[in-house]
């Protein structure tokens, strides 16, 4: 007989469920045997990379048999310069995702506590459960609230007590798109006691627009040394293949960071692509009027259909589609379109439906203009 292997799991994967990804276009390739698939389902650059870093990675590929650089000495380089701060201050992660974890893991123990609201992004409740930490999400604003589902700073600091040590906020959130703004953060993370981690994800941060108002958090790091802000360049820079994101703090919690890191998280690859990318300034600025115009270009389709959808920073837009979000899912999947439906968010009429090209965001258009007329 089989030993019960669920019941030698630690505590908190047991109950643990996994990360649902963004449907890949070679499985419904697989199970629905289409072919021409577009996919707006992982908020993905349409664009693609800069060609820069196609260069640097064409030029990185003689050399893969050795290991990547394990302290990321380029790309930490390139990013203090960029950002006007410290390479004591960073910590490169396979993505953000990684640097989420490695902030868990040298914070939260079994005896802890992590705080975030309900919808924010689904990696927070993971990396805490795994761990064995205790997770509270605080209430999200009501849906009449000008931020609709958006965190609510109140209910965040009601939560805080002496065991919470770390407190996840997303700025712009996913999969909501919702933000605080600058007044309304800065005052959360003065109302935070020093000896709480704050993680400020700002994985959306580059598609800000002025107007919005939502802030750039790296500003506070001086004046909040509890304050974490991650990053990363899976957005608008295009490499979200590659697995390649950052997390900037005070000098002694990056050196907490890097020692639970893995000696070489990030891969050589994705070490040059990210150092190329960052110079190119022209194709971020080209990425993000693509986001803007596509924008535009859903607002206004929801518009014509009557359908709401909550304010959104980012390069995707979580609109109410009157109906289960997972069904119109399904049917647009019939159709070749893959969207997010967010029912696993808290949000079951809702559907997140990142921005794409011109043509992928008219296909749908036309897509779910036919379903909702079903
Ligand atoms: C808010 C937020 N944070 C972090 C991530 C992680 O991205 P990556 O691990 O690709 O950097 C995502 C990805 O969807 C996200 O939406």
């Given at each position: 007989?089989?030993?019960?292997?669920?019941?030698?799991?630690?505590?908190?994967v047991?109950?643990l469920?996994?990360?649902?990804?963004?449907?890949?276009?070679?499985?419904?390739?697989?199970?629905?045997?289409l072919?021409?698939?577009?996919?707006?389902?992982?908020?993905?650059?349409?664009?693609?990379?800069?060609?820069?870093?196609?260069?640097?990675?064409r030029?990185?590929?003689?050399?893969?048999?050795?290991?990547?650089?394990?302290?990321?000495?380029?790309?930490k380089?390139?990013l203090?310069?960029?950002?006007?701060?410290?390479?004591?201050?960073?910590?490169?992660?396979?993505?953000?995702?990684?640097?989420l974890?490695?902030?868990a893991?040298?914070f939260?123990t079994?005896?802890h506590?992590?705080?975030?609201?309900?919808?924010?992004?689904?990696?927070?409740p993971?990396?805490?459960?795994?761990?064995?930490?205790?997770?509270?999400?605080a209430?999200?604003?009501?849906?009449d609230?000008?931020?609709?589902?958006?965190?609510?700073?109140?209910?965040?600091?009601?939560?805080?007590?002496?065991?919470?040590?770390?407190?996840?906020?997303?700025?712009?959130?996913?999969?909501?798109?919702?933000?605080?703004?600058?007044?309304?953060?800065?005052?959360?993370?003065?109302?935070?006691?020093e000896?709480?981690?704050v993680?400020?994800?700002?994985?959306?941060?580059?598609?800000?627009?002025?107007e919005?108002?939502?802030?750039?958090?790296?500003?506070w790091?001086?004046?909040?040394?509890?304050?974490?802000?991650?990053?990363t360049?899976s957005k608008?820079?295009?490499l979200?293949g590659?697995?390649?994101g950052?997390?900037?703090?005070?000098?002694?919690?990056?050196?907490?960071?890097?020692?639970?890191?893995?000696?070489?998280?990030?891969?050589?690859?994705?070490?040059?692509?990210?150092?190329?990318?960052?110079?190119?300034?022209s194709?971020?600025?080209?990425?993000?009027?693509l986001?803007?115009?596509?924008?535009?270009?859903l607002q206004?389709?929801?518009?014509?259909?009557?359908?709401?959808?909550?304010?959104s920073?980012?390069?995707?837009?979580?609109v109410?589609?009157?109906r289960?979000?997972?069904?119109?899912?399904?049917?647009?999947?019939?159709?070749?379109?893959?969207?997010?439906p967010?029912?696993?968010?808290?949000?079951?009429?809702?559907?997140?439906?990142?921005?794409g090209?011109?043509?992928?965001?008219?296909?749908?258009?036309?897509?779910?203009?036919?379903?909702?007329?079903?």
């Amino acid at each position: 007989m089989i030993c019960d292997f669920l019941t030698l799991a630690a505590p908190g994967v047991r109950t643990l469920q996994p990360y649902q990804p963004g449907k890949p276009e070679s499985e419904l390739r697989r199970e629905y045997g289409l072919s021409d698939i577009v996919k707006l389902a992982s908020n993905e650059n349409p664009l693609g990379p800069s060609p820069r870093a196609l260069i640097a990675v064409r030029e990185a590929l003689s050399g893969l048999a050795r290991y990547p650089d394990g302290n990321g000495f380029e790309l930490k380089t390139a990013l203090s310069v960029k950002l006007g701060l410290s390479t004591a201050m960073l910590t490169l992660g396979n993505g953000s995702n990684d640097v989420l974890e490695l902030a868990a893991r040298a914070f939260l123990t079994p005896a802890h506590e992590a705080v975030f609201s309900e919808h924010a992004f689904a990696v927070y409740p993971i990396v805490t459960q795994a761990i064995g930490a205790t997770a509270r999400v605080a209430k999200a604003n009501p849906p009449d609230h000008p931020m609709p589902h958006g965190h609510n700073p109140s209910a965040i600091l009601e939560l805080i007590n002496d065991r919470t040590r770390i407190v996840f906020i997303a700025n712009p959130n996913n999969p909501t798109g919702t933000w605080l703004k600058t007044a309304e953060l800065e005052a959360l993370l003065a109302a935070i006691p020093e000896s709480v981690i704050v993680v400020v994800d700002e994985a959306y941060v580059e598609y800000v627009e002025a107007e919005a108002d939502c802030p750039n958090a790296l500003h506070w790091l001086s004046r909040f040394p509890n304050l974490i802000v991650t990053r990363t360049f899976s957005k608008a820079y295009g490499l979200a293949g590659l697995r390649v994101g950052y997390a900037v703090s005070h000098p002694q919690v990056a050196d907490l960071l890097n020692r639970v890191r893995q000696p070489f998280n990030v891969n050589s690859l994705a070490l040059v692509a990210a150092t190329a990318a960052l110079d190119d300034v022209s194709h971020l600025e080209r990425s993000k009027t693509l986001n803007r115009a596509g924008m535009r270009q859903l607002q206004d389709a929801c518009r014509q259909w009557g359908l709401n959808w909550l304010p959104s920073a980012g390069n995707f837009l979580c609109v109410d589609v009157g109906r289960p979000g997972r069904e119109v899912f399904l049917d647009l999947l019939k159709r070749g379109v893959i969207a997010r439906p967010v029912d696993n968010y808290g949000l079951p009429q809702h559907l997140r439906i990142s921005i794409g090209s011109e043509a992928e965001n008219a296909r749908l258009i036309e897509a779910l203009g036919a379903v909702l007329k079903d």
